[in-house]
């Protein structure tokens, strides 16, 4: 059978999918995946989720995120916001886990909406999961518990709080056992950081960068296959800065070399330094260095 392309965006339509009861609250739900608990397409099925989700899965066979496979060979979690799409094969075999969904308007006008960019893993790459201990998930069990507790029985005034908090309190344990992960797997991280620095090294090494533009963060993480949002907390991590810092420390140094070395004008050495427009370059330096461009020049 050919792929199919679905957008749900109610978790009243995602319990439809996966052929379970209706839901007992209309923005947010748990369901058990595994032991054949719900039903799965016999054909490879692309879905775009109007949620965010956390699915914790121990399972054979592989799922596609973006334009990669990747092999849940073992239990990992796995996060995505509203509007990712995410591709399963028909092989897919469930051994055991459960999915946490819930939908934005849910926490939109609470203290938890205004956080979710702060809980970057919801825009990593498959390759990116996160892999917990028994332990951990034991901690993240509790949490997911209390949610269901808190949605299964009579709403009232204090539901949504409740649910809103213990939803909060597990994305922090999962952004500790992130940093857990980043440091258990230092050696593999610490050659990231080395590859990060040789790429960006030599994107600056040309004397002009008029022909290749600027880079970007996204040129960088694309060169080494990884998510831009996982790049950078790996580089926060393990240099204390992101990969857009880097980047501007990079060209900070170079303007620093070219207005010492040289005495070609700040808007040359804007253009050549790959700025469309001096005054953009100009307010990056002054905002990195304390100083103006021609400033900076005269002070040396």
């Keep these: 059978m050919p792929e199919s392309y679905l957008a749900i965006e109610s978790i009243s339509e995602l319990h439809k999918f996966y052929g379970v009861a209706q839901p007992r609250h209309p923005l947010i739900t748990v369901i058990e995946m595994g032991n054949n608990q719900v039903e799965r397409p016999k054909a490879a099925v692309t879905c775009c989720l109007g949620f965010y989700t956390i699915f914790c899965k121990k399972f054979t066979g592989s799922i596609q995120y973006g334009h990669s496979y990747y092999d849940f060979s073992e239990g990992s979690l796995m996060f995505t916001a509203p509007g990712q799409v995410v591709t399963s094969s028909p092989e897919l ?52 518990c209390n949610i269901r507790k ?35 797997r230092e050696k593999v991280n610490t050659d990231v950081v080395q590859q990060f620095e040789k790429l960006i090294k030599d994107y600056f090494a040309p004397e002009t960068l008029i022909d290749i533009g600027l880079p970007n963060v996204g040129y960088f993480a694309s060169r080494m296959n990884l998510s831009p949002n996982y790049l950078s907390d790996l580089l926060q991590r393990f240099t204390g800065k992101t990969t857009l810092e880097h980047i501007h420390l990079q060209l900070v140094d170079k303007a620093r070399s070219l207005l010492w070395s040289t005495q070609k004008p700040v808007s040359e050495i804007a253009y050549m330094l790959g700025f469309e427009h001096p005054s953009h370059f100009s307010r990056l330096f002054k905002s990195k260095t304390g100083h103006s461009p021609s400033g900076y020049r005269h002070s040396n």
Aim: with cysteine; glycine share 4%; net charge negative.
């Design 93 to 144: 075999h469930i051994e055991e886990g459960w999915g946490l969904f819930f939908h934005p308007d849910l926490i939109n006008t609470c203290a938890l909406g205004r956080k979710m960019a702060s809980y970057t893993f919801f825009n990593y790459e498959a390759n990116e999961a996160l892999h917990v201990s028994e332990d951990e998930k034991r901690v993240l069990t509790a949490c997911l």
């Design 150 to 184: 808190e949605y299964e029985q009579n709403i009232d005034r204090h539901t949504n709080g409740l649910i809103q908090s213990n939803i909060e309190l597990l994305l922090n344990y999962c952004s500790r056992f992130y940093d857990r992960q980043f440091y258990t």
